[in-house]
């Protein structure tokens, strides 16, 4: 790594950057005194929605050894719509439980981008003479 | 190289200093950090693990995460202690406890040391990550100048580590973006 212009940003900096801020947001409503409102999810239910359509947008620009990350990362992001969609149909105990596996796939679709990120650096890496 | 590494520096202002550099190395595309947690050892030997997680059940879980993370980064002699020790870990969220069963036991830390070296002496911090990195210089060379000992384990080492359980994979539990508690106003 290491050969890569880090000033220049490319759509799957920005899609890591959503997914890193989705995550953020909901662990910061999930840590609140009382935990995560309904409003809050709300809110993550069309953050989630606007990183996976950024994701599925970039999956053909993106270079192969990255693509099935991607691809795996707009799955969690759309279980993470799915759960959100649940805990707003649910209350009480079920509610803040279906908060936490929404952090849980939030955490993955996060894990997915920084490991497409990852493939993207090392490949341009390898390209780069030494 | 997908590697698991644990940062050792002798106070905690300095594992912040460590945490943000490990995320400037990200921000130049010099490593890829997918996350991170901050772990500390007190005096009297009581683990605990800095997290913004104050749900009780959510904070154990963490402390589950990272305490096996630690025993995967101690090699087999750490995994069981590491996995038990990780409840009490979780419940130290917000102020330290004693936990019962650690990695500062001194059959277990003899049996660790003797593997991989890797033990969190007591009034030590540590950085805990996950990262993939193509050489290991550039963390190397920059944890070191900010007095911090590095240890690393492959991703794949720990897979195939016998007592590798999928309930304990423990990237789960670090932050994938720099967290720095309110406590630490570093920067």
């Given at each position: 790594?290491?050969?890569?212009?880090?000033?220049?940003?490319?759509?799957?900096?920005?899609?890591?950057?959503a997914?890193?801020?989705?995550?953020?947001?909901?662990?910061?409503?999930?840590?609140?005194?009382?935990?995560?409102?309904?409003?809050?999810?709300?809110?993550?239910?069309?953050?989630?929605?606007?990183?996976?359509?950024?994701?599925?947008?970039?999956?053909?620009?993106?270079?192969?050894?990255a693509?099935?990350?991607?691809?795996?990362?707009?799955?969690?992001?759309?279980?993470?719509?799915?759960?959100?969609?649940?805990?707003?149909?649910?209350?009480?105990?079920?509610?803040?439980?279906?908060?936490?596996k929404?952090?849980?796939?939030?955490?993955?679709?996060?894990?997915?981008i920084?490991?497409?990120?990852?493939?993207?650096?090392?490949?341009?890496?390898?390209?780069?003479?030494? | 190289?997908?590697?698991?590494?644990a940062?050792?520096?002798?106070?905690?202002?300095?594992?912040?200093?460590?945490?943000?550099?490990?995320?400037?190395?990200?921000?130049?595309?010099?490593?890829?950090?997918?996350?991170?947690?901050?772990?500390?050892?007190?005096?009297?030997?009581?683990?605990?693990?800095d997290?913004?997680?104050?749900?009780?059940?959510?904070?154990?879980?963490?402390?589950?995460?990272?305490?096996?993370?630690?025993?995967?980064?101690?090699?087999?002699?750490?995994a069981?202690?590491?996995?038990?020790?990780?409840?009490?870990?979780?419940?130290?969220?917000?102020?330290?406890?004693?936990?019962?069963?650690?990695?500062?036991?001194a059959?277990?830390?003899?049996?660790?040391?003797?593997?991989?070296?890797?033990?969190?002496?007591?009034?030590?911090?540590?950085?805990?990550?996950?990262?993939?990195?193509?050489?290991?210089?550039?963390?190397?060379?920059?944890?070191?100048?900010l007095?911090?000992?590095?240890?690393?384990?492959?991703k794949?080492?720990?897979?195939?580590?016998?007592?590798?359980?999928?309930?304990?994979?423990?990237?789960?539990?670090?932050y994938?973006?720099?967290?720095?508690?309110?406590?630490?106003?570093?920067?």
């Amino acid at each position: 790594m290491g050969k890569m212009d880090p000033n220049i940003k490319d759509s799957l900096d920005h899609i890591r950057a959503a997914t890193q801020e989705l995550h953020g947001a909901i662990s910061d409503a999930a840590a609140k005194r009382g935990g995560a409102t309904k409003a809050d999810l709300e809110a993550f239910a069309q953050k989630a929605k606007a990183a996976a359509e950024s994701a599925k947008g970039s999956l053909s620009t993106q270079h192969d050894a990255a693509k099935k990350h991607v691809a795996d990362a707009v799955t969690q992001l759309e279980a993470t719509q799915k759960h959100i969609a649940e805990s707003l149909k649910s209350s009480g105990q079920a509610f803040q439980t279906s908060v936490q596996k929404v952090l849980a796939d939030a955490r993955a679709s996060a894990q997915k981008i920084s490991e497409a990120v990852a493939a993207k650096r090392s490949a341009a890496s390898a390209k780069t003479p030494k | 190289m997908h590697n698991y590494i644990a940062v050792v520096f002798d106070d905690t202002g300095k594992a912040y200093e460590g945490l943000h550099a490990l995320w400037q190395l990200d921000d130049a595309a010099e490593v890829t950090v997918h996350g991170t947690a901050v772990v500390h050892r007190d005096a009297l030997g009581n683990f605990q693990v800095d997290t913004k997680e104050t749900h009780p059940a959510l904070a154990t879980a963490v402390g589950v995460g990272v305490g096996a993370l630690l025993g995967l980064l101690a090699g087999p002699a750490g995994a069981a202690v590491g996995a038990a020790g990780g409840a009490a870990i979780g419940a130290a969220t917000g102020g330290a406890v004693g936990i019962a069963a650690d990695l500062g036991r001194a059959d277990t830390r003899d049996q660790a040391a003797g593997e991989t070296r890797f033990v969190l002496g007591n009034g030590q911090s540590a950085v805990i990550a996950d990262v993939s990195e193509d050489w290991t210089s550039p963390i190397d060379t920059r944890m070191r100048s900010l007095g911090g000992t590095v240890y690393r384990r492959a991703k794949s080492d720990m897979e195939d580590d016998v007592w590798f359980d999928d309930y304990y994979i423990p990237n789960s539990y670090l932050y994938p973006y720099e967290y720095i508690p309110s406590s630490y106003p570093l920067w």
